[in-house]
């Protein structure tokens, strides 16, 4: 069983909005790092924005301030990732990932030992 499940990846004009969703039901009883990472072609992964479940203390990268949003429900067990005026370096696989470490943030994919298999976003000029 995948304990985290990534959706709503897809194609979106430059300026557009996608919302990703990552399934995280396993992860819902405990307090976690939770957060989204991505990675381009040719590129390292890199973070982009982070929650930690015990306290919402949150994390972004300075290139997705101000346009994603990073967000649970209610019931943290699922997590969101709301991208707006999307860029075409935007482009990339992105990664739901959970972890322990604090302070939570998305600066060293090694903190987390959880990852889902990534969904697609693609963004034209």
């Known amino acids: 069983q995948v304990p985290l499940v990534e959706s709503g990846g897809g194609s979106v004009r430059a300026g557009g909005s996608l919302k990703?969703?990552?399934?995280?039901?396993?992860?819902?009883?405990?307090?976690?790092?939770?957060?989204?990472?991505?990675?381009?072609?040719?590129?390292?992964?890199?973070?982009?924005a982070s929650i930690y479940t015990?306290?919402?203390?949150?994390?972004?990268?300075?290139?997705?301030?101000?346009?994603?949003?990073i967000s649970q429900d209610n019931g943290k067990t699922t997590l969101y990732l709301q991208m707006n005026?999307?860029?075409?370096?935007?482009?990339?696989m992105y990664y739901c990932a959970?972890?322990?470490?604090?302070?939570?943030?998305?600066?060293?994919?090694?903190?987390?030992?959880?990852?889902g298999q990534g969904t697609q976003v693609i963004v034209s000029s």
């Open 20 to 48: 990703l969703s990552c399934a995280a039901s396993e992860f819902a009883y405990s307090s976690y790092c939770m957060a989204w990472f991505r990675q381009a072609p040719g590129k390292e992964r890199e973070g982009v």
């Open 54 to 69: 015990g306290g919402l203390s949150y994390y972004y990268a300075d290139s997705v301030k101000g346009r994603f949003t």
């Open 85 to 92: 005026s999307l860029k075409p370096e935007d482009t990339a």
């Open 98 to 115: 959970a972890g322990f470490k604090l302070p939570c943030t998305a600066k060293a994919a090694r903190d987390f030992g959880y990852w």
